[in-house]
C-alpha cells in the first residue's frame, strides 16, 4: 500500500478494484488481519460501543470478546479488500447489539441499524476509502433488513471521535441529523 508519509497525496482506490465482505465466522480472519496490522486499532477491536458488563477491559479480552459475537453470528460489521488485502472496516450493526449511543434513543424503536466506527490505515486515508465504506455499509445495512440508518459523526476538526466519520461525508449520502449525542457527535439518520 502505498504511503503518505513522503508528503504525496494518498492514493485513491480504484472502486472496481474494492470488494465488501461482511465479518461473519467464515470471514473473521480478514477482520483480525486488519486490526493485527502495525497502527491498527487493536486497542479497541471496535469493543468501544458493544455491551460490557465491566469499565476496564484488556486488548486480549477486548478481541475475545468481538470474536465471541462474531462466532455467535451477531452482526458486527464491513471489511473493505483490494487485491486480496483487507485495507479497511466499518462497525454497521443493529443498534441493539450495541450500548446506549444517544441519551434520546429510543429503545423501543425496531429495525434501526448504527455505524458507530471506521478504520482506514494511515496510508489509505484521504483517498475516498471511507466514503466507499459508508456507501457499502448503507447497501449491506438496508440489505439485511434496515428500516433506519442512524450514525453519530463529528465535524472534521472536532478533537475527538473521528474514527465515527464526518458529519459532511453522512449529509452528502442524505443523512438529516436529529439531534446530538454529547457535545460533539451528530445523531444522523437516513431512511428507506
Known amino acids: 500500500m502505498p504511503s503518505s508519509s513522503n508528503g504525496s497525496p494518498p492514493e485513491r482506490p480504484d472502486p472496481g478494484r474494492i470488494r465488501f465482505i461482511e465479518v461473519t465466522r467464515e470471514t473473521r480472519g480478514r477482520f483480525e488481519d486488519l486490526f493485527e496490522q502495525p497502527g491498527a486499532p487493536k486497542y479497541c477491536w471496535c ?13 486480549d479480552e477486548k478481541k475475545r470478546m468481538m470474536m465471541a459475537l462474531i462466532d455467535r453470528g451477531t452482526p458486527v460489521g464491513i471489511v473493505a ?3 486480496g488485502k483487507t485495507v479497511g472496516w466499518c462497525s454497521v450493526a443493529p443498534r441493539e447489539t450495541y450500548r446506549k449511543l444517544s441519551k434520546h434513543q429510543d429503545d423501543n424503536e425496531t429495525g434501526v441499524w448504527s455505524i458507530v466506527c471506521f478504520y482506514v490505515p494511515r496510508a489509505l486515508r484521504g483517498g475516498g476509502l471511507a466514503s466507499a465504506l459508508l456507501d457499502a455499509a448503507v447497501e449491506h445495512a438496508f440489505a439485511k433488513g434496515a428500516r433506519v440508518i442512524e450514525a ?21 449520502r442524505g443523512f438529516r441529523e436529529t439531534g446530538k449525542a454529547g457535545t460533539r457527535r451528530h445523531v444522523m439518520r437516513l431512511e428507506r
Open 47 to 59: 469493543m468501544a460501543w458493544r455491551h460490557s458488563s465491566r469499565e476496564h477491559i484488556e486488548n
Open 81 to 83: 479488500e483490494i487485491d
Open 152 to 172: 453519530y459523526p463529528v465535524d472534521e476538526a472536532a478533537p475527538s471521535y473521528r474514527f465515527m466519520g464526518f458529519r459532511d461525508m453522512f449529509v452528502a
